[in-house]
């Protein structure tokens, strides 16, 4: 059974104050690890997909990267506009089960 | 670019009821994934469909189905509501039939039942 473990639950960062999320995953057969961001009443919004161990991809503030056994999302220099919960998901060798997804990290940028 | 859409935003039933939600792809996109999220488990994957075909299925009672139209648009039902379904329930579409494609996820339909 995949499962994706996301740490920490929740972050409150000064404005400009780099920082990463990590996301631990089992999986058998990684087929694409992907980011999203989800802001409250609304859908989780794509940022990222990662396919395999030592890709790295970049979006304005945001890098996430990967390894065999995690993924790391990288905020640099964040502002408040980057507050909102941060998604790790997985899609697994058996392709049976959809997208498992992590609870997310809650990230708060104060001014 | 229209972006997923679904329809209704929000629904208030009863225990016993049941209720139908809708879902319309992006232009092109001919995969259609449901997932529930709730407070305490997160996001939870309901099913997949391709070509009006159910492809995957989650862990979810017979309660919970769903089907999709030859236009790739996308409904789902779940009947004898009980209060635990209460969520906001999520529908993405994706280019092809493969979980590793991307996901776009539309606003959900938050659904509460009394």
């Known amino acids: 059974e995949d499962q994706v473990t996301q740490s920490p639950e929740a972050l409150r960062l000064q404005e400009g104050e780099s920082s990463s999320l990590n996301c631990s995953y089992t999986?058998?057969?990684?087929?694409?690890l992907f980011w999203y961001r989800q802001d409250p009443g609304k859908g989780p919004e794509f940022l990222f997909t990662?396919?395999?161990a030592g890709e790295e991809k970049e979006k304005e503030r945001l890098k996430a990267t990967l390894t065999k056994k995690e993924s790391f999302l990288h905020i640099t220099a964040p502002k408040p506009e980057d507050s909102a919960t941060y998604l790790c998901?997985?899609?697994?060798?058996?392709?049976?089960?959809?997208?498992?997804f992590g609870k997310g990290t809650h990230l708060i940028i104060q001014p | 670019k229209a972006g997923v859409t679904q329809t209704p935003r929000y629904l208030i039933k009863t225990r016993g009821q049941q209720v139908t939600l809708s879902c319309s792809p992006i232009?092109?996109?001919?995969?259609v994934s449901w997932y529930q999220q709730t407070p305490g488990q997160g996001l939870q994957f309901l099913f997949e469909?391709?070509?009006?075909?159910?492809?995957n299925k989650g862990n979810f009672p017979g309660r919970f189905s769903g089907r999709q139209f030859s236009n790739s648009r996308s409904e789902m039902n779940v009947s004898t509501l009980e209060l635990g379904d209460s969520a906001l329930y999520l529908c993405?579409?994706?280019?092809?039939?493969?979980?590793?494609?991307?996901?776009?996820f539309g606003p959900g339909t938050r659904l509460t039942v009394l």
């Open positions: 469909y391709f070509s009006e075909t159910q492809r």
């Open positions: 998901a997985v899609a697994g060798g058996g392709g049976a089960d959809g997208l498992t």
């Open positions: 999986v058998s057969g990684l087929r694409g």
């Open positions: 993405a579409s994706s280019v092809g039939g493969r979980t590793y494609n991307e996901q776009f």
């Open positions: 990662l396919y395999s």
């Open positions: 232009s092109g996109h001919r995969s």
